[in-house]
């Protein structure tokens, strides 16, 4: 019997993060006969060729019992099989494009990009140039030879493409972790799946929290009334379990800097879980973030408001870290990027603006 679990990209270019992975559980026959997992795997499974299964297991991705197994292990009756194997986003043509990105790092396994808003991650209806894979296509096939190596090198060879493991929204900034071969998207997507990836964002919202920090926990799916938009059903009846933990940064009044930190991936999650929250990302136009939520009725706020949109045309969010374990040298590693340019500068008006209002009241 088959159980699948597919945590797969949903909708348009504005999925927010979003993990490619595909969990299968099989419970074998009882008149199975033993058989090499890898070619029992082989014969169950679609679009997954035999060295994928080998990847898997040769990445702690198989378990039978509950227990990681190799490649040779010879199935037996009644055995409980869980696999979780990387499932990219639908392929389509990719046309390598000489589009400067932000590499943070690169070795030859993984790449920590620094994404600037307004880049899709992969191409797809509406977006078949200018996204990140293009740009990353293009590095990979024109950079032979010139991997900064702190790793010792992947004995898989290279299909000199880059290997999703999960994206952001095209128009949130910052850090996205990349494989470079089949391998290491396996060993990448397993860490997704236990949700063992370490990911912090930062997010301007609106209004003030009467708490410091807290968990938001809701089932995120997509809208009943609108496919573009996705909600949270507290309830759990419908859409994927979703747990956010969020701590205030800075307090500016009228809007918070939070800390959030993600246990899963699901689509919009951030901007979902804060709009269920009653605080929609400052300027988040799908959430209903572009309007004046909190403040006064002062022409000179509502212009100071407009200046703000202006300067960051976008939801305020920014992956600033992420932390893994890397698939060469399985130990431990961290990343972290600075605040994108037009995020930190609006977070900075709000510090001037808050601290001429409290004077005010001061004064008062």
Known sequence: MIDEELDLPEGSENDDEQEFYE????????????LRIDKFLFDRLTNASRNKIQNAARAG??????????????VK???????????????????????????????????????NAGMVVHPGYGNYTGTLVNALTYHLQNNQGQTRRSAPTNPQPSNLKPYLVHRIDKNTSGLILVAKNEYAQTFLAKQFFDHSVDRQYLALVWGDFKEDEGTIVGHVGRSL?????????????????????????ERFGYVTLVSCILETGRTHQIRAHMKHLGHPLFNDATYGGDQILKGTTFSKYKQFIQNCFKIMPRHALHAKTIGFEHPTTEKRVFFESELAEDMQAVIEKWRVYSSFKQLEEEED
């Open 61 to 74: 991705s198989i378990l039978v019992n509950g227990k990681a197994v190799k490649p040779n292990y010879k």
């Open 225 to 249: 009334k609108d496919r573009k938009v996705m909600t949270v059903f507290p309830d759990g009846d419908y859409g994927k379990h979703a747990v956010t933990h969020y701590k205030v940064v």
């Open 23 to 34: 969990h299968v559980r099989i419970e074998v026959d009882k008149g199975q006969s033993m």
């Open 77 to 115: 009756p009644l055995d409980s099989i869980s696999i979780v194997l990387a499932h990219p986003p639908r392929e389509v043509e990719i046309i390598p494009e000489n589009i400067p990105v932000n590499i943070a790092y690169e070795d030859d396994d993984v790449m920590v990009i620094n994404k």
